[in-house]
């Protein structure tokens, strides 16, 4: 069970890594950038799959830890 949930683990690490940049509040505050641009943006195809399974890692990451 602990090999598992390493495994999940460095799985949820490499996802979260590979996900595309969402926090666009902080460098327009620097910026002084126009974040309404990208506002209406919707995920599609490999991002979207990026986000479905950091949420199912995620899930499963949790029932781990509490069956553990």
Do not use: H, P, W
Request: aromatic share 8%; glycine share 10%.
């Amino acid at each position: 069970m602990t090999t598992l949930l390493i495994i999940v683990s460095i799985l949820i690490i490499a996802i979260v890594l590979l996900q595309s940049g969402k926090a666009e509040g902080a460098s327009s505050i620097i910026t002084g950038g126009n974040s309404d641009l990208f506002k209406n943006r919707k995920e599609r195809g490999g991002e979207l799959f990026i986000t479905y399974a950091t949420a199912f890692l995620g899930v499963i990451f949790f029932i781990l830890c509490i069956i553990l």
